[in-house]
C-alpha cells in the first residue's frame, strides 16, 4: 500500500520557471491538501480539496494553482516560481472532510524545492 | 484565529527517562488534536489522534491527553529510546477551512 506518493523528491527551479508538483493517493481519501514547511514558520496550508472537482485557498495561496480532477491526485502548480518559494513542500490526504469526523491525516516524504 | 505552541522547541533527555512533551492551543472549539512525529527529510507520521469527546489515547509507550477547557494536550513517552529521537508536532482541527493549525514542534534527542 503506497499511500501518499509525491513526485519530485528534489528540484531545482530558476527564477521565473514553471513546474508541477504531483501527489497521488491509493486510500481513497476525500480530503488532499498541500503545506509548505519553513525553517521557524512551521507548516503552512497552501491549498486543499474536500473532493473531486473541488478545491479551496489555504493560508498562503499566492502563487500557487491546484486542481482536483479525481479523487487520487492532487498536483500543485508554480506558475512563476520565485526565490520567496524555496520550501518543502508536502502532500497529504485524510479520509473525509465532513469537519466532524475528521480522521488521521496521512503525508507524503515530501519535495524539496529549490529556485535560484 | 487559533494558534498552537509548543515548548520548549527543544529537549534533550537520557535514555529511559519518561518525558511529556507539552501542546497549547487557544480557541477550545476544535474536534480533534493529532500528534506527529517526523523525522529529519521526512514526512509527518500521525501518533495519535484524539478526538474532542475523548480524553486520552494511547499507543504502545506513547499516551496522549486532552483537555479542551484549558486548552492543552499532553505526549507522554515512557522509557525514551534512541530512536524516539525526533520533532514531534501537534496539529488542531477546528473545522474551518478543513484547516489543521500545527505547532511549530519539539526537537527530542534522547541520549544513549
Known amino acids: 500500500n503506497a499511500g501518499v506518493t509525491q513526485t519530485p523528491k528534489f528540484q531545482v527551479l530558476k527564477t521565473g520557471q514553471s513546474m508541477t508538483l504531483q501527489c497521488a493517493q491509493d486510500m481513497n481519501h476525500e480530503y488532499m491538501s498541500w503545506y509548505r514547511q519553513d525553517p521557524g514558520m512551521g507548516l503552512r496550508l497552501i491549498h486543499y480539496s474536500v473532493g473531486a472537482g473541488i478545491t479551496d485557498q489555504g493560508e498562503v495561496p499566492n502563487g500557487y494553482n491546484v486542481s482536483r480532477s479525481t479523487t487520487e491526485d492532487f498536483p500543485l502548480r508554480l506558475l512563476l516560481a520565485a526565490p520567496s518559494q524555496t520550501s518543502v513542500y508536502f502532500c497529504?490526504?485524510?479520509?473525509?472532510?465532513?469537519?466532524?469526523?475528521?480522521?488521521?491525516?496521512?503525508f507524503g516524504e515530501g519535495s524539496r524545492l529549490t529556485v535560484l | 484565529k487559533q494558534e498552537v505552541t509548543q515548548i520548549p522547541a527543544a529537549l534533550s533527555v537520557p535514555e529511559g527517562e519518561n518525558l511529556v512533551l507539552n501542546c497549547s492551543f487557544t480557541?477550545?472549539?476544535?474536534?480533534?488534536l493529532q500528534w506527529f512525529r517526523q523525522d529529519p527529510g521526512k514526512g509527518l507520521t500521525s501518533l495519535l489522534l484524539?478526538?474532542?469527546?475523548?480524553r486520552e489515547q494511547t499507543s504502545g509507550r506513547l499516551n496522549a491527553s486532552l483537555d479542551k477547557s484549558s486548552g492543552r494536550s499532553t505526549l507522554y513517552i515512557a522509557a525514551s529510546q534512541p530512536g524516539d529521537s525526533a520533532t514531534y508536532l501537534c496539529?488542531?482541527?477546528?473545522?474551518?477551512?478543513?484547516?489543521?493549525?500545527f505547532g511549530k514542534g519539539i526537537t527530542l534527542s534522547v541520549r544513549p
Open positions: 484524539i478526538q474532542s469527546s475523548q
Open positions: 496539529a488542531v482541527y477546528t473545522g474551518a477551512n478543513s484547516k489543521l493549525t
Open positions: 480557541d477550545s472549539a476544535i474536534y480533534n
Open positions: 497529504a490526504s485524510s479520509r473525509d472532510a465532513s469537519g466532524t469526523n475528521t480522521g488521521e491525516l496521512f
